[in-house]
Every structure is written in C-alpha cells, then in structure tokens.
C-alpha cells in the first residue's frame, strides 16, 4: 500500500458527461501529480500541483482541469467526455515539488466511455 | 527534449535465470532515473532510483540497476528470476522542468517454471 488513495476504483459514463476523479496524497506529501494511462498513449503526465498552486502542465486536455485543496487532496475533472477518455488516470504524490523525491501511485481510477 | 527508451515490449526468461529489463535515457544535465513495476490492475510501485553516487543501485525485491552515463542507460538487473516477478516495467526520468515523470513504454517481463 503506497497510502495514496484514489476514488472511485472504476467509473463508467457516456460521451459528453463530466465526472470527478479524487486523490489523497500520502499524509506529509505536498505535491501531487496526475497521469493517464492508455493503450496508445503510454503512461502520460496531465498536471502537478504543489501545495495547492498547480506548478506545471503536461498535455492536458483544455476540458481537463484539476485542483489541489487546502487539506492536500486533489481532484481531476474531466468534462465533455470521448470515447478517446478511456484510460486509467494514477494520482502520485511526493514530499516536494522537484528533486530526487520518488513518487508513490494510487492505484488508479479506470474511465470507461460509452 | 527529454525523453525514455525501452527497446523491448517483451521480455521471456525462464526462473532461476538472470533478467536484464534496459532503459535509455536522454536528458540535459543530471539525470534522477527510477523504476517502477506495474502489476495487473494495480498501480504502480516504486523499485529503485539513481540520483547520484555508486552506479549500481539495489531496490526492492531484489532487482538493481546499473547507471551508464556514458551509454546514457540504466538497465534493471536481477540474478534469479521468479515466477512472481512477471509483470510490467517502466523506466522514468524526473523532469528538470518541474518534477513530472517521464515514463518509457514499458516492458512485459514474462518468468516461466
């Protein structure tokens, strides 16, 4: 167990709905990451935050967006949803914002569109 | 522009032998490299990481790497594979632009009886 949590475990949804993905980092971790997993795609960074300032951006979608609140949980919301969306999304966290800190997974929220 | 290299989706050994999963690398400055293992349906967990220091670096469940600067690699080793060692691994390295992971493709580690 990493002690990063990530809810809910699986999601199913149709084309064109929004949903909300949550993540709790590891108690002491101020920042948090998250990332997709697809078939074609690999594992790809979205966003980072660090202690509630989104600190740098991957290739996330413009209707992807992400918070990170002031009790350190994090969460991802995905709107106007494609089949494309399908895919797993990690949140990880780690004690600070750069360096040689490794990063601790969830174990991840599985998207499925329809 | 960073980037991670696996050249193999798979890799088969039988148990008991030695397994060698390999990771390019390409980065401006100091890399931090790091391994991870994904098991199915799980997230994944970290193994081992290079930040400076000794080249060969030993991690969890008895895997180590070896950083090569000079072939800019970082291949995980273990002598004695085990069944239970069968799973996906990927290489990654910290940006330099904040601390994102840059992941490679990942590797099929396939150990047979």
């Known amino acids: 167990d990493s002690g990063v949590t990530q809810t809910p475990k699986h999601l199913i949804t149709a084309t064109g709905q929004r949903v909300t993905l949550r993540c709790s980092p590891r108690?002491?971790?101020?920042?948090v990451y998250w990332y997709q997993q697809s078939l074609d795609q690999g594992l790809q960074f979205l966003i980072q935050y660090y202690n509630g300032e989104e600190r740098a951006k991957g290739n996330i979608l413009e209707r992807f967006s992400a918070q990170q609140f002031p009790d350190l949980h994090s969460e991802l919301n995905l709107s106007s949803l494609e089949l494309g969306d399908s895919a797993l999304y990690f949140c990880a966290s780690s004690p600070s914002a750069t360096g040689g800190n490794e990063q601790f997974f969830g174990p991840g929220t599985r998207l499925t569109v329809l | 522009a960073q980037s991670v290299a696996q050249p193999e989706d798979q890799v088969n050994v039988a148990e008991g032998n030695p397994l060698t999963v390999k990771c390019t690398y390409s980065?401006?400055?100091?890399?931090?490299l790091f391994w991870y293992v994904q098991y199915p349906n799980r997230g994944l967990q970290f193994l081992l990481k290079?930040?400076?220091?000794?080249?060969l670096v030993k991690g969890s469940y008895g895997f180590e790497a070896e950083f090569n600067k000079s072939q800019t690699s970082f291949h995980l080793k273990k002598p004695s594979a085990l069944v239970s060692d069968s799973a996906l691994y990927f290489c990654?390295?910290?940006?330099?632009?904040?601390?994102?992971?840059?992941f490679g493709q990942g590797t099929e580690l396939s150990v047979k009886p």
């Open positions: 108690s002491g971790d101020l920042s």
């Open positions: 290079y930040i400076t220091g000794d080249n």
């Open positions: 980065v401006s400055g100091n890399p931090y």
């Open positions: 990654a390295v910290r940006s330099n632009q904040g601390g994102k992971l840059i």
